[in-house]
């Protein structure tokens, strides 16, 4: 059975030290191992780019599986004993296979004219980012050079305001980070300390995902139908029901963990309840 797929070669056209070329068709007498022996390609333009740079000096071609095949556990990889190098492809068409935006020369881009990865918004060099115009990396909000913004025009990181220097800002105009409240109280712990605390690693612990990413290879016949973008996507995002994810976490806590949350600043423990659901005094 004949498989289409794709793969990536180094400039001139070598890949794990084996010499290809366009239009040929290459054989080995071995049995084919994902990762070990075999012509490995993937069935998706994307997933090839896991294992390669996403550099246009590099080569990429449509190929056809002729011979047995392997496959890697988690689906993406496959190889053979026999494959066809059937065209080269160029770099606008390797674009549009592996981004659903337009005029983006990133990766897995689904808004337009990214030069980034992974951005759902439009015009960003950086990556990740939902905004537009950043040049950083996971911003929600808008042209900011820093990281992990949902405010706009921030050259710190993590600020929810707008125009600061300093990172983890609420306000605008900001250059000094700024101490966080507590159960509605003031306290003397800045946000960088208390990402660095143990009550924030052991709430880090919640299993309250609301989606989980589901791949193709996983995906049953049923989830196919309902989901019909699934091949464009390479899977689809399940919704889970997360409603007692709190209650389970503080029970899987030991004695230790749950007084490292009970000395968390401020702590209240009515007000704890109506935000997490969670009765500290049950126990």
């Not at 296979?97 to 990865?117: I, M, P, R």
């Not at 193709?216 to 973008?229: G, L």
Request: charged share 30%; aromatic share 12%; hydrophobic share 25%.
């Amino acid at each position: 059975m004949e498989i289409k797929g794709y793969k990536v070669f180094n400039p001139d056209w070598t890949c794990r030290g084996f010499q290809y070329e366009v239009g040929k068709t290459f054989e080995m007498e071995e049995t084919p191992v994902c990762c070990d022996r075999g012509f490995h390609f993937c069935k998706k333009a994307s997933d090839c780019f896991r294992y390669y740079n996403f550099n246009s000096n590099n080569k990429v071609a449509e190929v056809t599986a002729l011979g047995l095949i392997d496959n890697s556990g988690d689906g993406d990889k496959s190889c053979t004993n026999k494959i066809r190098i059937d065209r080269e492809l160029t770099w606008h068409e390797v674009l549009d296979l592996v981004n659903l935006g337009k005029d983006c020369t990133g990766l897995c881009n689904s808004g337009n004219c990214n030069s980034g990865n992974r951005n759902s918004g439009n015009w960003n060099s950086g990556d990740c980012n939902s905004g537009n115009r950043n040049s950083g990396d996971w911003n929600s909000g808008n042209c900011n050079s820093g990281n992990c913004n949902s405010g706009d025009c921030n050259s710190g990181d993590w600020n929810s305001g707008d125009w600061n220097k300093a990172s983890f800002c609420l306000g605008c105009f900001n250059t000094v980070n700024q101490k966080l409240k507590f159960f509605d109280k003031e306290s003397d712990v800045t946000f960088e300390e208390w990402r660095n605390s143990d009550a924030y690693y052991l709430l880090r612990r919640i299993d309250d995902a609301p989606v989980e990413w589901i791949w193709d290879c996983d995906m049953s016949d049923q989830e196919k139908a309902d989901n019909p973008d699934w091949e464009i996507n390479g899977g689809y995002l399940k919704k889970r029901d997360v409603s007692q994810a709190n209650i389970k976490w503080w029970k899987s806590l030991s004695k230790l963990e749950k007084e490292e949350i009970k000395n968390i600043p401020n702590f209240d423990a009515e007000k704890f309840k109506l935000i997490t659901g969670i009765d500290v005094n049950e126990d």
